[in-house]
């Protein structure tokens, strides 16, 4: 997170410390002054996932294979400088982030809401202003640069505070990032990934020096500056009072500075005129309103003390608090030699979740670029839990009484309000044989061996029948095939038209280079399709969590979406699909390819037929999903949201109940320029062509990101509900006429009560 503002301060208020600097130069300083030790920069990859993916098209699910090749001309532009990099990403959340993690989480929501409604209006990706990370990018980025021969760590801890260690340790030239937090560690050179100028390993170096002149303190005074301008321990909201005091008293406010800017230079004012030492630190923890925990300063302090350092504002006895944490931890699994290889595996980043389960039972995913209003399609959490259940189970031993330890999973779906987590209760797949056990999975060896793993993977999808035919196939196909017949039996919405349009962006994938996928221009953007590819991605993670739980039965590559996904290809396949377009067409005139089409269909057709499970033809046509047809007429889809969705594990779809009791009651509508009002048999006020928002729950309204919007349109003869279509012959006067008009399956019943003005 940073400090709030310090970024900014620094590029306005003392420019002097943003330094321009010439990386190659840097590193032949280096070699010259330590010849025994090759010039390293550490970088902080999750402050530079947004810079690196540059590709044009990002609404459709990623254009992997693109952004493969970015990456890999990223490297070797330091490659060729002789720079060595070292990448770390966030391995967990840490408990005092949790907060922040779930305020993000909500903004992005409304990002993405808003981001779909631009979508259905105008049938194409939005501008750069609206950008949103591709699903499970950073995951994916992690195994990409891995791939790519690059050291790779995933964290333990709070990765700021690693990557900042490293840099110190390791004697690197520098960290390259884009958090505040780096001016505030005594480490390394502080690059700028934002200024970066890749083509000349030209960017800015952010002086700590500098700053601190400025600010009129030492280098000793920055951890305690930083956390009296409020950071992750120290929340902000108890700072007001002390900042207004500092505000009053400091001779450095200026006027022609906002509010923020002023607050530093006053906090740095006061921090200049007390004593350094531990006794300053105990009176300020007295005179702030810290609640019960007085220690909070202390703590914060403490966080910025990399390994060997001490502060003069604590005493030489106080553990570091950071080192202490990962000391207290407590562990699920109970086998020692289990937890260390799943922590080697985790650092390495050659397992996924493997070890956050196994320590602490507890895992979370951000948002995922799904449509919260498209009332066909589950919530990618809820598709893939059954999955996750079994993996669980897998993983965790059962304890006294048979029973395996609840999971706390923090996943973003529609209706869930992250004010807790949901407790879900591991599910033991049924395994030919029965289920073996970690020891075995992960250490045996020999043939039977290795088809045990694969059949325990398949068994945590329920595929487990299908083995022959699935190890027939190669790799990455077999692996696509899995989660593709998952998502067949999991989501009955899914028609033969989805499922032709996967295996044709499958097989004609797999000729095609990036140059070329890159090439590949759209007409058109259809939202659904835009959903399908987030669905898709993210239960490759899917497939990364049940391939590590199992020992490896797959090699991590081959479940890599760049060797089985491209967002621009889907979307085309999906939209030929839904046109009725020939299989010929599909497969782009490719005879070769016909037959390992219809044996993929016929696999997978064959298995959700197996549980009763009958794919049925649904094309859609060039009638894109708006959400406003759906919504309004087709009678089935106005049962609750996602309904048709039922999961085998009641009990844990808590925030699924809760949406479902919710969509019982009222619904409501914003009328544009009268505000909100809750309608029961979708009565409306004829106005002259204004927007209405309907949706289920009046917060959605009030903050009109409801998705499902129409236009009321009063005509001479009937009151219609329409696409975005000029108004006509508007007879109707504000308020002086209401029409009520009632909802029946397929027919719209319209009644209409003529008021002239």
């Not at 399609?377 to 304890?399: F, K, M, N």
């Not at 004609?508 to 280079?513: A, D, P, Q, T, Y």
Request: hydrophobic share 40%.
């Amino acid at each position: 997170m940073g400090v709030r503002g310090l970024q900014g301060f620094v590029a306005s208020v003392c420019p002097d410390a943003c330094q321009t600097v010439d990386l190659r130069e840097m590193a032949e300083k280096h070699r010259i002054d330590h010849p025994d030790s090759p010039p390293v920069i550490v970088v902080d990859a999750m402050s530079c996932v947004r810079r690196w993916y540059t590709p044009e098209s990002w609404v459709c699910g990623g254009q992997w294979r693109e952004y493969l090749a970015i990456l890999e001309d990223f490297i070797n532009a330091f490659m060729a400088a002789g720079i060595k990099l070292v990448f770390y990403f966030d391995g967990v959340v840490e408990e005092k982030k949790r907060d922040e993690w779930i305020k993000r989480r909500m903004k992005n929501t409304q990002e993405i809401a808003r981001l779909f409604q631009f979508v259905k209006t105008h049938r194409k990706q939005p501008g750069r202003e609206m950008f949103v990370l591709p699903s499970a990018l950073p995951t994916f980025t992690r195994y990409a640069l891995k791939s790519l021969g690059q050291k790779t760590v995933c964290t333990l801890q709070e990765a700021d505070f690693e990557v900042a260690a490293y840099g110190l340790q390791h004697n690197c030239i520098g960290i390259l990032g884009q958090d505040s937090d780096y001016l505030i560690y005594n480490t390394c050179p502080y690059f700028s990934i934002e200024n970066l100028r890749l083509d000349k390993l030209v960017t800015v170096m952010y002086s700590r020096e500098v700053l601190c002149r400025v600010l009129g303190i030492s280098l000793t005074h920055l951890p305690l500056f930083a956390c009296l301008l409020g950071n992750d321990i120290v929340p902000e909201s108890m700072l007001e009072g002390f900042w207004h005091k500092c505000l009053t008293t400091s001779p450095r406010r200026n006027n022609s500075y906002n509010r923020r800017t002023n607050i530093l230079l006053s906090v740095a004012n006061y921090i200049s005129k007390i004593p350094c030492s531990y006794s300053s630190l105990k009176h300020l923890e007295e005179i702030l309103p810290l609640g019960s925990d007085k220690t909070l300063l202390c703590r914060g302090v403490n966080s910025y003390l990399l390994p060997g350092q001490q502060s003069p504002w604590i005493p030489p006895n106080v553990t570091n608090c950071q080192m202490l944490s990962l000391q207290q931890q407590s562990a699920l699994c109970q086998d020692k030699e289990i937890f260390q290889l799943a922590k080697e595996q985790h650092i390495q980043s050659e397992n996924y979740l493997v070890f956050n389960i196994l320590s602490h039972g507890e895992t979370e995913c951000s948002n995922s670029l799904e449509d919260d209003y498209d009332t066909e399609i589950p919530g990618q959490a809820l598709i893939y839990r059954p999955a996750r259940q079994h993996i669980y189970s897998l993983l965790l031993e059962s304890g006294k009484g048979g029973n395996r330890p609840l999971v706390k999973e923090w996943f973003v779906y529609f209706g869930n309000p992250l004010k807790q987590p949901d407790l879900v209760q591991p599910v033991q797949p049924s395994v030919t044989g029965g289920t073996p056990n970690l020891k075995t999975l992960w250490f045996a060896k020999g043939p039977d061996v290795e088809k045990q793993r694969y059949r325990t993977f398949l068994a945590c999808f329920n595929l487990q029948g299908e083995m022959e035919e699935l190890q027939a196939l190669e790799a990455p196909v077999a692996g696509f095939c899995c989660l593709l017949a998952y998502l067949m039996m999991q989501v009955s919405s899914l028609s033969l038209e989805d499922l032709n349009a996967f295996l044709a962006l499958i097989l004609c994938l797999k000729g095609k280079s990036a140059a070329q996928l890159t090439s590949l221009q759209l007409a058109q953007v259809d939202s659904r399709a835009v959903h399908l590819g987030a669905v898709l991605i993210r239960g490759l993670t899917t497939l990364l969590l049940a391939n590590s739980a199992c020992g490896f039965p797959f090699r991590m590559d081959d479940l890599m979406p760049w060797a089985v996904f491209d967002g621009k290809l889907f979307q085309e396949k999906y939209q030929q699909s839904h046109r009725s377009c020939s299989v010929e067409e599909l497969l782009e005139g490719n005879e070769s390819l016909y037959t390992p089409f219809q044996n993929l269909k016929s696999l997978i057709c064959k298995v959700c037929k197996t549980k009763n499970r009958t794919i049925q033809s649904r094309p859609r046509g060039n009638g894109f999903n708006t959400g406003r047809e759906q919504r309004d007429f087709n009678p089935r889809l106005q049962q609750p949201h996602r309904s048709h969705f039922v999961s085998p594990y009641h009990n844990q779809m808590r925030g699924f109940t809760q949406r479902h009791l919710q969509s019982q009651g009222k619904k409501w509508v914003h009328v544009c320029g009268f505000g909100i009002a809750p309608i029961i048999s979708i009565t409306a006020l004829c106005l002259p062509a204004v927007h209405v928002y309907v949706c289920s729950y009046s917060t959605a309204v009030s903050n009109k990101i409801c998705i499902s919007y129409t236009v009321v349109y009063c005509h001479l003869q009937k009151l219609t509900l329409q696409g975005e279509v000029e108004c006509s012959t508007v007879i109707c006067s504000h308020l002086l006429l209401k029409v009520f008009w009632e909802i029946s399956f397929h027919v719209v019943f319209v009644i209409f009560m003529l008021g002239l003005s």
